[in-house]
């Protein structure tokens, strides 16, 4: 990130003259001044990014009017330059706000260093300020052993290394966003800026704002100058999450930028070159989108240059106890609930439900069955709340979870209402519903401990408040299951 307009405010004119040489040896446009009401009328019309600032100066002390520019929303870096330095001023301009202290007199490579020193400081502060959502450590680990898993990290390890442009495609909820992130850890420029922009967030009015920014009085609002995403990620990898829903009228811009890594602030006219790696989601197919004219072929084909689907979870169905047991352990630590590990119907569960919210649906299922589960008990298949209605009708989809189980075992240790693995069927031979096959193994609890709910709950383990709630739940449907049993003791 290139400093635009450097202010240099010193009295002396062979001091100023040797600092407006070396800036504009950088190609960097300087405006000077010789006393502090000169820089005062500079900083009412202009914005800078650096300013060069005398401690002594014929009208005023410059350390004063360090405090001022210290309270200017978008405010210069200062250094503070001196012939007189002390280790007490020095102290008194670091406190002030100035970003470095320089003494005369200074060689041009002095200035040379500060100079790198100062924008990259800039970049990372800008970074960091847009990027306060980043995730948990945890959240990058790729989780997985099926083949399709073995296979991403392959392509990773090969894809990584190099500056391709990657395009990431899979359905809502696979992990894109955290493939992306791993591309960008495993490169060459994992310790430069990882800029991401949610293409599907930003209003169509501020997109273009938002991918190259704008000049001051821009439009109505651009109160001052801001850098857009691509040269906040200059050196670095920006990531377009959900490119499918770029507007066709920035589509054009955007094809520019990858061809030619250029373009101008909106408002703007000076041209800003960036080194930059694009990667891409989308949960569209955009070859699709090609075909009914609302993505440019041209900008599908450079984004594509190499594609990588994450697959569904329903289609790595070995993935799901891993991954359960992963989010498990977190969530468990995160919320100080000590379970212990999955029910038996809960495995049975989460095995047979057809996930269409994929990896990001399973993660929210098992951080709420944890905040409803007891201390001390294993996940309950009622703690899950799964629907019925999308699970799986096969029992050949259910993958093994570690050492094979008996796919009769669904009701937490409580012999279902027909006994054995033919409760999982009805008198037709048709699959029951998880829903079904809950209040069949809520029934028979209630009638194995005589209609006591505490014992019951405890043989079903789950909390007596879910035992509750899921009775009130078959009364209001017309099937209070529960009929006669008074005690809760």
Known sequence: MSFEKILIVEDDLVVRNLLQSIFMRHKLPVSVAGSLAEAQAHLAREQFDLMMLDLRLPDGDGLKFLEQVATIPERPLVVMVTGFGSIESAVACMRAGAFDYVLKPFSPSQIDVILRKAQTYRQLVKVNNLLSDNPDDEDALLVGRSPAMTRL????????????????????????????????????????????????????????????????????????????????????????????????????????????????????????????????????????NVTKGEFRQDLYYRLNVFPVHVPALRERTEDIGLLADHFLMRFTRKHGVRVTGFSDSARAALLGYRWPGNVRELQNTVERAVILSESGRPVSAAALGLPGDLTATDTDSMAPWGETEPVGIVNDGVASAAGGPSGLTDGNGQVLRLEELEKQAIRAALRQTSGNRTQAAAALGISIRTLRNKLQEYRDAGDPIDAGVESEV
């Open 153 to 288: 990290r392959q392509l990773i390890d090969r894809v990584a290394p190099t500056d391709a442009t990657v395009l990431v495609t899979g359905e809502s909820g696979t992990g894109k966003e955290m493939i992306s992130r791993e591309f960008y850890r495993r490169s060459p420029r994992r310790g430069h800026p990882f800029i991401k922009v949610n293409c599907a967030a930003v209003s169509q009015t501020l997109i273009e704002s938002e991918f190259f920014g704008h000049e001051r009085g821009a439009f109505t609002g651009a109160t001052e100058r801001r850098e857009g995403r691509f040269e906040l990620a200059n050196n670095g990898t920006l990531l377009l999450d959900e490119v499918s829903e770029i507007p066709p009228s920035l589509q054009a811009k955007l094809l520019r930028v990858l061809q030619e890594r250029e373009f101008e602030r909106v408002g703007g006219s000076r041209t800003i070159k960036v080194n930059v790696r694009i990667i891409a989601t989308s949960n569209r197919d955009l070859m699709s």
